[in-house]
Nanobody, 120 residues
Framework: QVQLVESGGGLVQPGGSLRLSCAAS????????MGWYRQAPGKQRELVAA???????NYSDSVKGRFTISRDSAKNTAYLQMNSLKPEDTAVYYC??????????????WGQGTLVTVSS
């Protein structure tokens, strides 16, 4: 089994910063992509940022220039540095990964989600 565990969510004032972490564990052979999605109340889940094992990065237009995704391959961990936060960034943030395990390729895994609230 492969698990993703997120941490770092919380309450922050507009203009503030937060850093989310996502640690992958289990019978991992490789991690192809790690990324972050978010889902605000009443809205669909959307991609925030993703980074491949080769270093390619994709950001949502709404977070470009404010959020930065990074990965520590040695720790099987991804981070999302969120700066200049806005109330519209309020959502549950989910870590997502495409992994390969023994006997299984391109398995999609989700974390349990961590709540980020941006409010004064």
């Amino acid at each position: 089994q492969v698990q993703l565990v997120e941490s770092g969510g919380g309450l922050v004032q507009p203009g503030g910063s937060l850093r989310l972490s996502c640690a992958a564990s289990g019978r991992l052979y490789s991690i192809n992509v790690m990324g972050w999605y978010r889902q605000a109340p009443g809205k669909q889940r959307e991609l925030v940022a993703a980074k491949t094992s080769r270093g390619s990065v994709n950001y949502s237009d709404s977070v470009k220039g404010r959020f930065t995704i990074s990965r520590d391959s040695a720790k099987n961990t991804a981070y999302l540095q969120m700066n200049s936060l806005k109330p519209e960034d309020t959502a549950v943030y989910y870590c997502n990964a495409e992994v390969s395990t023994i006997g299984v390729r391109n398995l999609e895994v989700w974390g349990q989600g961590t709540l980020v609230t941006v409010s004064s």
